[in-house]
Structure formats: C-alpha cells, structure tokens
C-alpha cells in the first residue's frame, strides 16, 4: 500500500525554524516525485516544492527559495523539508504528497499524508 506520513511540525517562534519528514512507504522516492504543500486557515492548499530524486531536482515556490530546503534519504525512504527564519505568514498544514512528474497543482497529486501542522507565533 502506497502512504506517505508527514512528521516534526509544531509551535515556533518567528525567525526559529523547523524540520519536516515525510516517510515513504509501498514505493521507493525512484517511483513519485514528492511535493511538499501548504494550507493556511481559509485559504488554497499550495505548492511549496517539488524533489525527484530520480532526477536529483527540486524546484520551490519562488516566495520560498532560500529559506525552505528540501533534502532526500534514500535509505530511509524519506524526504525532508528544512524551514528557516519562519514567518508568522508560514503558519499552515504541511502535507506532503506523491505523483509521477513535478506540479504545484494539487488535483495532479495521487497520494496524500495527514499534514503536519506548523505554528509560527510573533
């Protein structure tokens, strides 16, 4: 069975940061792209990234880039979003979801986790 879990959200302080995991399983990270989303209260789910470890690629939001990373362990079947300098405006769910190719539209996205909710007080 094909699941993706997300893991390490919580409550931080602005400028903190945090560390995510979503943890594979039924496929390895060769199979789906991974893409990393975000939900605000009362707002669209959003992309936030994109990592094919097939191609060793990952394309971010542009609002992002520089503060969220995403890294990869293979071994663990597990793919890591690293955030930085965290803003208030990051409060949101994370999920984490798997497809076969790279998009920010989530309708395109086959397998979804629980989301991991993150808190960023001022």
């Known amino acids: 069975e094909v699941e993706v879990v997300e893991s390490g959200g919580g409550l931080v302080q602005a400028g903190g940061s945090l560390r995510l995991s979503c943890a594979a399983s039924g496929f390895t990270l060769d199979d789906y792209v991974i893409g990393w989303f975000r939900q605000a209260p009362g707002e669209e789910r959003e992309g936030v990234s994109c990592?094919?470890?097939?191609?060793?690629?990952?394309y971010y939001q542009d609002s992002l880039k520089g503060r969220f990373t995403v890294s990869t362990n293979n071994a663990k079947n597990t793919v890591y979003l690293q955030m930085n300098s965290l803003k208030p405006e990051d409060t949101a769910v994370y999920y984490c979801?798997?497809?076969?190719?790279?998009?920010?539209?989530?309708?395109?996205?086959?397998?979804w986790g629980q989301g991991t909710q993150v808190t960023v007080s001022s």
């Open positions: 990592t094919s470890a097939t191609a060793g690629t990952t």
């Open positions: 979801a798997a497809n076969y190719w790279c998009s920010y539209n989530r309708h395109e996205y086959r397998y």
